[in-house]
């Protein structure tokens, strides 16, 4: 039998659905036996390169898109550098996540919602 070369959404939902909100989620290391230290160290050495890019685009910091946004760390590190963040995220455990991290941030727009289904209805100044 040929493969399918189609995307089983149902199957990629049903993960979501049930995935556990975790630091090394967004990095595919969640029950592969790596602490929470290696997601904290990655996020870190990433965060160094993306204010690099922000600083060469010469971005406006007006607004953010944040599609995907899992549990919020991206969510929480824009929020303290854009005058708005919208953060989508269809996965209730994760959105629930990013709601309680983003909380303490009043420019922080949280949408639970499917990014493939999302329509903005504003202008970003930059979309992640």
């Known amino acids: 039998m040929k493969p399918s070369n189609k995307v089983n959404y149902t199957k990629i939902n ?6 556990t909100p975790s630091i090394l989620g967004p990095y595919m290391m969640d029950g592969l036996g790596f602490p929470a230290s290696a997601g904290q160290f ?19 910091y007006n607004g953010l898109l944040d599609l995907g946004c899992g549990i919020g760390y991206w969510t929480e590190y824009f929020a303290q550098q854009f005058t708005k963040v ?16 983003g909380s303490t941030y009043p420019n922080v727009n949280p949408v639970q919602g ?15």
């Open 86 to 101: 919208t953060a989508v995220e269809a996965s209730p455990p994760l959105f629930e996540a990013m709601v309680q991290r």
């Open 14 to 19: 049903h993960y979501w659905q049930n995935a």
């Open 114 to 128: 499917d990014v493939l289904l999302f329509e903005p209805s504003e202008n970003y100044s930059m979309v992640f």
């Open 42 to 60: 990655r996020f870190q050495a990433e965060c160094k390169i993306v204010k690099q890019l922000l600083q060469d685009q010469g971005i406006n």
